[in-house]
C-alpha cells in the first residue's frame, strides 16, 4: 500500500523498527539497568532509586515468583496506584515468564470480580488500601497468593514512617481479611536468597492482558505479546529522537503523573522511559495539583506526558504557572483529543506546544504522533509511527479517498494478537487482511496526515446528519468562560437524536443564552446544543478521560 507519510518524517525518524536482538521484553530491562546503572531510574515522594538497585529488586521479585511454582504463562494481577513497587513488580511479573495483568486500584468489589473472573490470576499485588475490596470478591475467584504492598515499600526508614501514618494516622487502609499475607518487603528479603532462572521466552509470547478501559462497554482484556511491547518502545524511541537528540532522554526527569496501570502510562513512562534510562518522577494521585507541582519543583521536568484534562488543571494553576520550564523538552499528550484552546494556553504558558498521539490499548498503545520537532499544536494527531501502515475504511472495509472520512484501522508489530479468551471478538476486531478496526472515524490529509473526527459509538445522528462531539466540544471550549466541557447525544422525539452540553465554568457568571450565542456563530444548526447543563465537575476516569458513556446513561437511569 502507499505511506504517504513517510516523505514527512522529520530527519532521523526511520521508516522501520527492527526487533530483532531482543528474545523478550526483560531483555530491555537487563539491558537498560546495566546500561544506566547509577542513573536514578525511579523517585517517589523524595525517595529515589538506582537502574542497579532496580534491576536487583526486580530479580529477587521474579526469583520469589519462580520460587511459588507457578506454571509458565500463569497471570500476575497488579492493583495499585504509582508507588515504587509498582515498577519492580511488572518488571518480576515479565522476567519469571507470566503474564502481567494491570488492575484498576479504584475498581469496586464488582469490577475487580470481573476481571479476576476473566483473567484468572494466581498471584496478585495488591496496595494494601484496596486489599478490602479483594476481601468483597468470592473466594473462589480470589489469587491463592496475595502480596500486600504498601506506600513505603523500598523507602528505607522514611518508608516505615510513611506505612505508620497512612494506618495509624489518617486510616487510610480499611480492614481486611488477608493478615497473614506477603508483604512486598519480605519477598524481596526472601527473594535474595533464591536463584533465579531465565525462562525459555520469545517475542511471540503473551507478556500484559491490558484491559480496555470500558468507557464504550465490557472491558476485555488484549493480549500484548513481549514483540507488541518491544516494538512499540522502540517506535517511539524512533520518534522521540528529534526532541530529545542522540542521548535519546537518558538521564532526563519524565513526570509520571498517568496512572501506570494505563496502557499510555504503562508503555511511555514505564517501558519507553527505562529503556531510554530516564528518570521516572512517580506522582500517586495527578488530581492533587499541588503534589504534582511540588514533584515538578524539586526535579525539572524534561519529559510530560499528560491527557487533555490534566493540561487544563495545571495550566489554570497559579503554582504551576510559576514553575522553571527551561529543562521541558517534549509534552505527549494522547489517552483523548488534546482541545485547541487548551493546548495554545499551554504553550503560552510553558513556551512548549503539546504533542498529541493516537493510539489504543490494542495496539500497545502508540500509533500515531506528531512531528515531536514541531513548534506549534498542530489539531491533528499526526503520521503513523515507524513500521505502521493506517487506512482509512468505508462500512464495507474497503479504503476511501484521501481527505474522505471513514473508519481508521492500524496494521503493525504492535497491534495485539486479540481479545484474551473472546475468539469472535478477536476476528470481529481485524480486517482480511489483518487491519484492526479502531472505531474511530478519521480522515487522512495527501501527506499523510490523519485527523480524528470522533469515536464511531460517541457518533450522534441528528435528523440523517452525523454530528461528531469532538468538533463541537472544541468550539465550546474556546470560549473563555468554559473550563471543561463535554458533548454526548440525548433521545429527541423531533430529530431522533439531539446534542447536550455538559459545561464546568471557569467564569461564575457565564449563562447559558451566550453559550448558544457562542454556538451558533461557529457551529451550522444541526451541530447546535439542543440542552446546556452547568456541572461542578464531569466525571473521568482515573487517566482523567471524561467518561462519555456516564453522562449518556443518565436519562435511562432517571427515567
Not at 439531539?498 to 447559558?512: E, F, G, H, M, N
Request: net charge neutral.
Amino acid at each position: 500500500m502507499e505511506k504517504p507519510w513517510l516523505p514527512h518524517y522529520p530527519q532521523g525518524v526511520p521508516e522501520e523498527i527492527s526487533t530483532s536482538g531482543y528474545e523478550s521484553l526483560s531483555d530491555l530491562f537487563t539491558e537498560a539497568c546495566a546500561r544506566h546503572a547509577d542513573r536514578r531510574a525511579l523517585v517517589f515522594m523524595g525517595r529515589s532509586i538506582t537502574y542497579k538497585e532496580l534491576g536487583s529488586v526486580s530479580t529477587a521479585v521474579a526469583a520469589w515468583i519462580q520460587a511459588q511454582e507457578l506454571p509458565a504463562g500463569s497471570r500476575v494481577a497488579l492493583m495499585m496506584p504509582n508507588v515504587l513497587a509498582y515498577v519492580p513488580a511488572l518488571l518480576a511479573a515479565l522476567q519469571a515468564g507470566m503474564v502481567a495483568v494491570n488492575i484498576n486500584p479504584m475498581y469496586t468489589a464488582a469490577e475487580l470480580e470481573a476481571q479476576l473472573r476473566d483473567s484468572r490470576p494466581d498471584l496478585i499485588f495488591i496496595f494494601e488500601s484496596f486489599a478490602a475490596t479483594l476481601g468483597q470478591v468470592p473466594a473462589d475467584l480470589r489469587p491463592s497468593k496475595i502480596v500486600l504492598v504498601s506506600a513505603g515499600d523500598l523507602m528505607g526508614l522514611k518508608g516505615k514512617v510513611i506505612d505508620f501514618a497512612a494506618r495509624h494516622v489518617k486510616r487510610m487502609v480499611p480492614t481486611h481479611a488477608f493478615s497473614d499475607a506477603f508483604k512486598f518487603d519480605a519477598v524481596v528479603k526472601q527473594g535474595r536468597s533464591l536463584s533465579f532462572k531465565k525462562p525459555s521466552l520469545n517475542l511471540t509470547h503473551t507478556a500484559v492482558l491490558q484491559y480496555t478501559g470500558g468507557t464504550t462497554g465490557t472491558p476485555k482484556g488484549a493480549e500484548l505479546s513481549h514483540g507488541n511491547l518491544v516494538a512499540n518502545v522502540l517506535q517511539v524511541q524512533a520518534v522521540a529522537r528529534p526532541a530529545l537528540g542522540e542521548s535519546g532522554g537518558a538521564g532526563m526527569v519524565i513526570l509520571t503523573a498517568l496512572p501506570l496501570y494505563h496502557i499510555f502510562a504503562m508503555t511511555v513512562c514505564g517501558l519507553f522511559a527505562l529503556h531510554a534510562g530516564m528518570c521516572s518522577v512517580l506522582v500517586a494521585d495527578p488530581r492533587k495539583l499541588d503534589t504534582l507541582v511540588a514533584a515538578w519543583r524539586r526535579d525539572p521536568v524534561g519529559i510530560f506526558p499528560a491527557v487533555n484534562t490534566l493540561f487544563n488543571a495545571l495550566v489554570h494553576n497559579e503554582a504551576f504557572q510559576q514553575l522553571d520550564f527551561s529543562s521541558l523538552r517534549l509534552c505527549f499528550g494522547g489517552g483523548a483529543a488534546v482541545q485547541r484552546a487548551v493546548a495554545e494556553k499551554w504553550k503560552e504558558v510553558t513556551g512548549r506546544p503539546i504533542i498529541e498521539g493516537y493510539g489504543l490499548t490494542e495496539t500497545s498503545p502508540v500509533a500515531i504522533v506528531n512531528p515531536t520537532n514541531a513548534i506549534e499544536y498542530s489539531g491533528d494527531i499526526g503520521l503513523p509511527v515507524p513500521s505502521t501502515e493506517v487506512m482509512i475504511l468505508d462500512g464495507n472495509e474497503q479504503p476511501v479517498g484521501l481527505g474522505e472520512a471513514g473508519e481508521v484501522a492500524i496494521r503493525g508489530p504492535q497491534v495485539m494478537k486479540g481479545y484474551w479468551g473472546r475468539s469472535d471478538d478477536t476476528r470481529a476486531a481485524f480486517t482480511a487482511d489483518g487491519f484492526f478496526k479502531t472505531g474511530d472515524i478519521g480522515i487522512m490529509s495527501p501527506d499523510g496526515r490523519v485527523r480524528i473526527i470522533d469515536r464511531k459509538k460517541d457518533m450522534i445522528l441528528v435528523s440523517g446528519f452525523n454530528v461528531y462531539p469532538n468538533e463541537v466540544e472544541q468550539v465550546v471550549a474556546s470560549h473563555p468562560g468554559v473550563l471543561e466541557c463535554v458533548v454526548v447525544g440525548v433521545p429527541d422525539p423531533r430529530s431522533g437524536e439531539a446534542v447536550k452540553l455538559y459545561v464546568v465554568r471557569k467564569d461564575p457568571s457565564l449563562t447559558v443564552e451566550e453559550l448558544r450565542h457562542w454556538c451558533a456563530e461557529r457551529l451550522t444548526p444541526y451541530k447546535r446544543p439542543h440542552q446546556i447543563e452547568f456541572r461542578a465537575e464531569l466525571p473521568k476516569s482515573n487517566t482523567g478521560k471524561i467518561l462519555r458513556r456516564v453522562l449518556r446513561d443518565e436519562p435511562s437511569q432517571k427515567a
